[in-house]
């Protein structure tokens, strides 16, 4: 379906200014309340003042009535610390936080026996500043394992290697990380009857290295959610029907041996050139099934992938909104759904390209690269508050 699509993503485009800024000014009141809160928001973070005509999306669940479904995304910390308008923003509108890099083990432990959580200590004391929670990412993944330790695994099975790494990460974060990608991405189109990637774990410990990773965090964070995530589910094709497929079959598997899986993340990666093989009645089906068996539902990494740049951006941006209210209109619907996170915020920080490098930045993501509200963002806040 797509490259990697929760891999380490590659640099950030440089931010480049758009053309236009929002007009309008606010009303006296809304000027007031405004300064209220940056009094008491002031020894926290120095906000910026408010844009017109905007609303944080907390502001719209009171605005429109009611809870909705839980808002995420994913950033790194560095980004954080660094850039204070994108901290601002995610402070505004987020719920939850995912760590993009920073507790992946090729990152805590690229050399054996040193570890680097320096940067997940800041991004987990960041969200315990502002009272957001955490989605840990990822624990068990064949792409952010150690060449050392996919080494070891391949020459000398000993599960232990695997046991170090997460009872060294799932322990540290208890207080704060609320929910686990334990295994990500364990599926694969390659033939195999059941469906999983050749993995340096699949090769060394078989498919039960996914009972043990999940009996093993459940061990060590006893009331945190704990997730299969993976890509691939979206379409209706064969491709995407052999991977709802394996994936209801392993759940089944694992909820009939009581291994401790509350859920499935579902990475909503949607790509406008494929968007004509999307059926929401397919996709509405997947889902009625996984919540049957008791699992909760996360839409994990959403983000739209663009390919046409060369019509006005108001066009690019009524496309991205179109898909997203497609897909995320139909996890609505489901009651197992808990959460959507983005894989990301705003444009400014986008993984995904863009055919050329005159093309700009891809347009997939709730702000744009100057931090405002764009069409997709409303088709999302509407969409979780159905």
Same mark, same amino acid.
């Given at each position: ?13 440089? &931010? ?56 995420? &995304? ?11 308008? /994108? ?13 993009? +890099?920073?507790?992946?083990?090729? /990152? ?20 315990? #500043? ?9 624990? &068990? ?101 052999? #991977? ?5 079959? +392993? ?12 859920? +499935?993340? &579902? ?6 050139? #494929?968007?004509?093989? /999307?059926?929401?009645?397919? /996709? ?87 931090? #405002? ?14």
């Amino acid at each position: 379906m797509l490259p990697a699509p929760s891999c380490q993503k590659p640099p950030p485009h440089p &931010i480049r200014p758009q053309a236009s800024r929002p007009r309008g000014s606010t009303s006296g009141r809304a000027s007031r309340a405004g300064m209220k809160r940056r009094q008491l928001l002031r020894h926290a973070i120095a906000l910026p003042a408010a844009l017109p005509g905007l609303a944080s999306s907390r502001a719209l669940a009171a605005i429109q009535g009611g809870p909705r479904v839980a808002f995420g &995304i994913a950033a790194q910390t560095r980004q954080l610390l660094t850039d204070p308008g /994108f901290r601002d923003a995610v402070v505004r509108e987020c719920d939850i936080l995912t760590p993009e +890099l920073e507790m992946k083990w090729g /990152f805590v432990e690229e050399n054996q026996g040193s570890a680097n959580l320096a940067p997940a200590d800041q991004m987990s004391n960041f969200a315990r #500043r502002f009272g957001k929670r955490m989605h840990g990412h990822a624990l &068990i993944w064949h792409k952010s394992t150690p060449d050392w330790a996919a080494s070891q695994m391949m020459t000398n099975p000993d599960w232990r290697i695997i046991d170090a790494f997460i009872q060294r990460i799932v322990p540290r974060y208890a207080g704060v990380v609320e929910s686990w990608d334990v295994v990500n991405e364990p599926f694969a189109d390659n033939g195999r009857p059941d469906g999983l990637r050749v993995s340096p774990f699949l090769t060394a410990f078989g498919p039960d290295y996914i009972r043990r990773a999940f009996e093993r965090a459940r061990s060590l964070a006893p009331t945190a959610k704990l997730y299969l995530n993976d890509y691939g589910f979206l379409y209706d094709d064969s491709e995407s029907e052999a #991977r709802r497929t394996a994936a209801l079959r +392993l759940l089944e598997a694992l909820k009939k041996h009581s291994v401790p899986v509350d859920g +499935l993340g &579902i990475q909503g990666h949607v790509d406008l050139e #494929r968007t004509g093989t /999307f059926r929401q009645e397919t /996709f509405a089906r997947f889902l009625k099934s996984v919540a049957d068996m008791g699992c909760a539902i996360r839409i994990s990494e959403f983000d739209v992938r663009e390919h046409e740049t060369a019509i006005p951006v108001e066009q690019r941006d009524a496309l991205v909104a179109d898909a997203t209210a497609a897909v995320l209109d139909v996890a609505a619907d489901c009651p197992a759904l808990v959460s959507v996170t983005c894989w990301g915020l705003s444009d400014r920080y986008s993984w995904l390209p863009l055919p050329s490098e005159t093309a700009g930045l891809n347009r997939g993501l709730p702000l744009d690269s100057d931090l #405002r509200q764009k069409p997709m963002y409303r088709a999302l806040m509407k969409a979780l508050r159905r």
